[in-house]
């Protein structure tokens, strides 16, 4: 009885899940699970996994196999499932060990989000932009002009810039306009992945390399064998492994843990960092060697304070996004809280400043435009008080040689900004105050 009590729970998810035993046959098989599939629960129970699913991790990065072999929880894991008269749909995946009464591991337990509604989103939105990034600022205009130059060559790439600036969406556009655009694009985040562990993420393994290596296992370049991969914070990557890299790239060639025998591989690599890689070599964070053999093709991505004509892009790019996920109908940004946007200094660059389009969004009421009071408050009062600083300053001189400056300047109010070390607008905001105080 408690047990059907329970199914009814899991059916009742709107995520679709699955358990498997330890030699990963299934044995549950959610409601939702069969709607997202397709497959009936009466067709799976009992088949080995990877024969219902084939996902483009069941042969090198199983995550079954991995919360098995670590007992680490794997959540938000993107993949693509193959499913019922040849769907194909992308997924988000949740994977945990599942135990028993007596806390023994007895299999693993899957669950699954469909992401076609997102993707849809997304391919709507990149048709109004350069294969999903926003751009029309002369540094990112430079870069796409770049992208195109380079798309005939397998030579490597390192993208550098900040955290948040959109590395990684430099890295596909790479791989969308190359020659292995219909070979594998595989992505390694180096940071993430502890030292000890990614040697077999990389490079494989044999059984019994190490404790809990109970087969074979290729890795990661083997994986991209003909296409390419994507290392991303490669400056984390420790110095034994960064020797490892350069033998690939300079010979093709490495062994899977635990074995002696060489193997070849043709991969193209891109790397990226958000560490500026002259003091990650300076600090011998980073080989020298390795970084002549990446940096054949540099590519650094400016922080968003330094492109801020791509502000109001930018702005209309995610409110579209944005309605179409919260289904509302909001046009436009008022000009104050546009003013505020293109102050404020986005430490966090492009990331954050999605997150701050969708906070304002949410607590947006109306059906027209976002104001300035929906923005969040980290912006509204970093803004109101670089605005205030700016104001002290401009104080400090009358208005007589404020007026000789601009004339001096032919009322060009960013070198007079420049000159008083404080933002056009401020000046902007200044005359418009003393105008008011006027009149």
Not at 386 to 397: F, H, L, S
Request: proline share 3%.
């Amino acid at each position: 009885m408690e047990r059907n009590f329970q199914n009814e729970i899991l059916d009742s998810l709107a995520e679709g899940l699955f358990t498997v035993d330890k030699d990963f046959k299934i044995n549950f098989f959610n409601s939702a699970a069969e709607e997202i599939s397709g497959y009936k629960r009466k067709d799976v129970i009992g088949k080995i996994c990877k024969h219902v699913f084939n996902t483009n991790l069941c042969e090198a990065d199983c995550p079954i196999a991995k919360v098995l072999l670590n007992g680490n929880n794997i959540y938000d894991l993107e993949s693509k499932y193959n499913c019922f008269d040849s769907k194909s749909f992308p997924v988000k995946i949740n994977a945990t060990v599942l135990k028993n009464s007596q806390n023994e591991p007895i299999g693993g337990v899957v669950s699954f989000r469909d992401l076609s509604n997102l993707i849809d989103i997304d391919k709507y939105l990149s048709t109004k932009n350069y294969y999903g990034i926003v751009g029309h600022s002369k540094p990112m205009t430079e870069i796409f002009e770049l992208i195109e130059e380079i798309s005939d060559s397998n030579a490597s790439v390192l993208i550098h810039g900040e955290t948040g600036t959109g590395k990684e969406l430099i890295a596909n556009a790479i791989q969308e306009t190359s020659q292995r655009k219909k070979q594998k694009f595989v992505k390694v985040n180096c940071s993430v992945l502890p030292h000890n562990l990614l040697a077999s993420e990389l490079f494989g393994h044999v059984k019994g390399a190490f404790t809990d290596a109970v087969s074979d296992r290729i890795g990661r370049f083997e994986l991209a064998d003909k296409g390419t991969i994507f290392l991303d914070e490669i400056t984390e990557m420790p110095l034994n492994m960064q020797t490892q890299i350069l033998r690939v790239i300079q010979e093709g060639a490495f062994e899977r843990v635990g074995e002696s025998v060489t193997r070849k591989v043709d991969v193209r690599i891109i790397a990226a960092t958000n560490l500026k890689i002259k003091e990650a070599l300076t600090t011998g964070k980073f080989r020298e060697d390795l970084f002549f053999r990446l940096n054949v093709i540099p590519i650094e991505v400016p922080p968003l304070r330094e492109r801020k004509d791509d502000i109001t892009f930018l702005i209309k790019h995610f409110i579209q996004k944005f309605n179409i996920i919260y289904k509302k109908n909001i046009l436009d940004i008022d000009v104050d809280a546009l003013d505020m946007l293109v102050e404020y200094n986005w430490p966090g660059n492009i990331r954050e400043f999605e997150n701050a389009i969708e906070y304002a969004f949410i607590r947006t009421k109306r059906e027209n435009s976002i104001c300035k009071c929906c923005l969040p408050p980290s912006i509204r009062h970093s803004v109101k008080a670089k605005c205030n600083e700016g104001m002290a300053v401009i104080r400090k001189i009358d208005n007589k040689e404020l007026l000789t400056l601009l004339e001096k300047n032919k009322w060009n109010k960013s070198a007079v900004a420049k000159i008083l070390g404080v933002d056009r607008s401020t000046i902007w905001r200044y005359l418009k105050n003393a105008e008011q105080n006027k009149n």
